[in-house]
């Protein structure tokens, strides 16, 4: 099973907290982070970022943030009683991440992920002007947000994000997205951030 969502840092930094203090490494000054020195889920549960989210699939976790521009994600293996455990927390519980946290945050970072340095370069993405929405829609872009009045898109390509601009105008706002950009020239592309955390 798929869980994923946004970590409501509010309920559980009072935990990161005291886990920080707790050990030589505290990574709530946000001047001196240093992705290097995340060495467990607490670790970066503590960063203090723009934008947090998670994701986890059977024993596989990811936790990803975004911290002024630059992004990361931090891969977790769940042993099984753990993972078993988290698929058994309901995510309408208002208490769900104070308890997943409780659940993982002793656990090792397995592997950590800078996504500025693995998106597709500006030089690649200029390739991609001239081309058609279309042609994102067929290599396996996906719409995340669009907005048919300023024809400005966000998609998702594995686990980056990129803001499109088509060259183009809708008269009918009933369109399906994805049709109203099929014709429609790139005018545009840049990397904007997290996609599918979990995609490789």
């Known amino acids: 099973m798929k869980k ?5 840092l509010a309920a ?9 203090c707790s050990t030589q490494n505290s990574n709530t000054d946000t001047d001196a982070f240093d992705p290097a020195s995340i060495k467990t889920v607490a670790d970066a549960f503590a960063v203090e970022a723009g934008t947090t989210e998670w994701s986890q699939s059977e024993n596989k976790f990811v936790y990803a943030i ?6 990361y994600r931090f891969f977790v293996e769940l042993p ?4 078993e455990a988290v698929d058994q927390l309901s995510i ?5 991440d104070e308890k997943l946290y409780k659940l993982i945050s002793a656990l090792p970072i397995a592997r950590t992920e800078h996504l500025n340095e693995t998106a597709m370069s500006q030089d690649e993405l200029g390739k991609l002007i001239g081309k058609t929405g279309g042609d994102l829609l067929d290599a396996g872009w996906i719409v995340w947000i669009s907005d048919l009045n300023t024809m400005e898109y966000n998609f998702h ?4 994000s990129y803001n499109v601009a088509f060259d183009g105008k809708v008269d009918n ?16 592309v ?6 599918d955390i979990l995609a490789e």
């Open 92 to 96: 309408m519980d208002e208490d769900h």
């Open 80 to 83: 099984k009683e753990t993972a």
């Open 190 to 195: 840049i990397f904007a951030g997290l996609g």
């Open 173 to 188: 706002f009933d369109v399906d997205p994805e049709e109203a950009i099929r014709t429609m020239k790139i005018k545009s």
């Open 157 to 160: 390509y594995g686990p980056h």
């Open 66 to 71: 975004d911290k002024d521009g630059e992004c």
């Open 12 to 20: 559980v930094m009072s935990l990161t907290l005291a886990s920080a």
């Open 4 to 8: 994923t969502g946004k970590m409501l």
